[in-house]
Every structure is written in C-alpha cells, then in structure tokens.
C-alpha cells in the first residue's frame, strides 16, 4: 500500500487539494461571464456541476485507491488537478467564444469540460491520502475525520482567500495558473518523494506549462476585470467621441465624451425626458448604479448647479469610468462605493428630487433592490414631488416587469410607465409620492406611456416583491 506521509504532510495535501477546488470554481464563474452572462441559473449551474465533479472524485478516488498504489495514484491525481485547472481558461474561452449568447444550457456545458474534470481529480485526493494514513482500524474514525476537517478548511480558505484576496489582486487567467502550478509542484514533489511514474509527470508538467503560457499570452477578453465584471469599452464607429461599456455579454451604457447631452439608448432617453419635466433650477438627484456615468453627467450638463450622488457597487469600475469615460468627480458628482441597499440608508429624509434606479445583476435587477421594502425606502429619500426612474429589463409574459410595477403600486401614490409600442426589452417605470405631471411621458423613438390605470390593468395579479419573497430572476424572461 506504501508507506503512510507524516500527519501534517498528509493534512496539508488535502487541505491544498480541496481549497483549489473552491478557487476554481469562483474562478470559473467569472471565466465563463463573458459569454454566459452572470444570472442566478449561469452561477447555479456552474457550482452544481462543480459540486457533481467533488461528489464523483471522492466516489472514484476511494475506488481506486483500493485497486491501485496510493502514491503514484496521488502523484497522478495532484499533477493531473494541475494540469487540468491550467486547462480550464484556453477551454472556457474557446468554448465560450463558439457557445456565446447560448446562456443556461452553454453554462452548464461548458462546466462540465472545463471544471468538472479537475474539481473531479483533485475530490479524489482525500479519500487516497486517507487510504494511505489507515494503519489500524481502531483509529479509522479519527484519520478520515481529522483528513475530512482539513480538507473543509482548505475548501472555506480558498472561499476567503479568492473572494478577499486573489479576485481583487490578480486577473482571472493569472490566478488561475498560480493554483496550477502549486498543484504541478504538490505532484512533482510526491512522485519524487514516492517513486511514481515520473515519465508521465514531466510530461503533464511540461504541457501544462506551455497551455499556460499561451494563454497568458492570448490575453483577457476584459479591458479590465473588476470584482464583479468583465468590463469591455468599445469605440463607436458611426461616432468618434462615443463609446460603449459592455459588462460581460451586456451593453450597460453608452456615454458620448465630447457631449453629455447625447443620450444614445432609448431608456435612457426616456429617464432624460422625465428628469427635464422636473421643475426648472437645480436638481438633487441620487443615482443607484454608476455604470458609465451617463445620466448624472446629463443632469450636470442640462440642470446647472445640481448635486449627484451615485451609489456604486463596484470601485474598479469607477476607476475604469474615470481612465477610459472621462468621468470627474468632485462636490457636485460625488460617488459613493457600496451596495445600494445599505448605503441609501445614509442618505437623509426628503432630500432627492430624482432617484434612478439602473443598477444590474446581469440582465435582472438585483433581488434586494426590487422589493417592497427597499422601495420604501426610497420613498423615504425622496421629497413629496420627488420622482424614482427604474429600469427594467424583461421579455413576455414579463413576470419580471408585473411583479416590480405591483411592488411601486403599492409603495407609491402615482406609477406610470414608459415602453416600445411593442413591449420588450427594456422598461422605465416612473413612480412618485405625488401625482406625476402630464408632461412627464416619452416621445423618444415612438414610446408609449401607460398611465397608472393602465398598469394595474398589465400588473393584473401579479404580486409586489417583498425582502422574503423576491424571485426575480426566475421571474424575468432573458430573451424574446
């Protein structure tokens, strides 16, 4: 059977093993964004097929730890769960690029050839490291037990460790490789030490160096890669000064850098015809989503002497909309970084005129900023004649779009909402605590607005989202 690792030895490979499992996978989700989107289902395949990949390794690996030498089956497992990882950024881009646009099925497809085979091989190293520690079976429940903790420490430390330090610190492929390659020197270093089958070692070795080295020199398909995104900027051919900011596979905004006043999108326009029905002078206006900055550069532009406050998840990508949008900041646009439901908190009782919400999870509104009690909230932020601006995105039946209009309903004293005359894609509801003015309706490109009446004969029976009860990427249809 071979002879046993000292304790720490032994404690150490699983722990090193299992923790490169969960790097991978928070790795593979933002490997696979950019052609998958970043939805509830896209995330949910990736870690089930993962899951599915831990369950099979350990099932396999105790078998054939039973069948064959436990160490040259380590030295196997270890170098092959290297290799293997390094393998996963050239197949998830390739994969992506040719399944772009295919959403939930490519999700789980690609999964299953990029992260289930090395999530597989490196599961099957605890059950042959315990293999190999059992000597007596009086103690069999401690070995397994103390090997089982250890490998659990190392899967929560590669949960921290990714989310905290290598996402926010290195590019995706990069991290990637680093893993792998501590997984190539974990194999080397046991088939050295326990006299496996070197051949084959050298040879994953050597391969696994240059997939690496290729696709480093392939490069990101991201301008920059933020926390949450893959973040691209794209020049506008038909306009000089304009660009695009493309969030994963998601145009989310488009700004225009010699004029602020060029609104290009058509919900965009549609908020910009809201926010010029407010009455005339200055605005104080509170923005949920930055994106590129596109509408809180518009009210500077058409409302001097306004005051922004855009609440910003995401800090790279200010940073990103300050390097390549031209954004500048001061007293009059102040951005704020944090999650918009905590950080509205802060803002005080009836001090904004406008608050937009534009702030996406993908193509859904994130569930915490789509529920009663957040709108309430912002009720609370707005003054009496003070005006909320929502962007939706939904497709028929539009379960999505219904349930948030019921949730404004409820909340506010007057809803209307502004669409193509052929509803899809994207909505603006426009919500106040008092009756909105006439004039605030659209005539960009044709739309239509529907007036409170109207809409609660759309919402029907639909029902408003609430903090216990806000499936809202279930309810949104992605595409017509």
Known sequence: MGEAFPAPVAAALVFVASGAVLVLEILGIRLLAPYVGLTLETTTAIIGTVLA???????????????????????????GGGALAIATVPMARGLGSALEGEGDPAAVLISLLALFPPAAALSAVTPVVARLQLRDLATTGSV????????????????????????????????????????????AAVAVRGGGPRGIVVALIAGSVAVGAASVAAGSPCDAETVYHCANVLEDPTRPSGRVLVLE????SYVDL??????????????????????????????????????????AATRTGSRSRVLEVDGKLVELA????????????????????????????????????????????????????FARDIRRVLRPDGLYALNVIDHAPLGLLRAEAATLLETFDDVRLVTHPVPGGNF???????????????????ARTLDRAELEELVGDAAPLRDEDAPADQLLTPRA
């Open 53 to 79: 990949g831990i369950a099979a390794g350990a099932a396999l690996g105790g078998r054939a730890a039973d069948r064959f030498a436990p160490r040259r089956l380590l030295a196997l497992l270890l170098t």
């Open 144 to 187: 397994v037990g103390r090997l089982s903790a250890w490998a659990t420490g190392g899967a929560l430390l590669g949960t921290f460790a990714t989310g905290f330090v290598l996402v926010p610190l290195l590019a995706t492929d990069v991290a990637v490789l680093a893993v792998g390659i501590v997984l190539l020197a974990l194999g």
């Open 249 to 252: 596979d998601l145009r989310h």
């Open 258 to 299: 010699a004029d602020p006043r060029h609104l290009e999108f058509d919900y965009v326009r549609w908020i910009g015809d809201a926010i010029d029905a407010a009455p005339a002078g200055p605005l104080d206006a509170v923005f949920l989503g930055g994106g590129g900055f596109t509408l809180p550069r518009y009210v």
């Open 322 to 373: 300050r390097d390549r949008l031209a954004l500048r900041t001061a007293p009059a646009l102040r951005v704020r970084v944090g999650d918009a439901r905590v950080t509205l908190r802060d803002e005080p009782d009836a001090s904004a005129d406008i608050v937009v919400g534009d702030a996406f999870g993908g193509r859904s509104i994130p569930w915490h900023l789509a529920t009663l009690e």
């Open 428 to 446: 603006v509801l426009l919500a106040s605590p008092s009756p909105l003015p006439d004039d605030v309706r659209s005539t960009a490109r044709g």
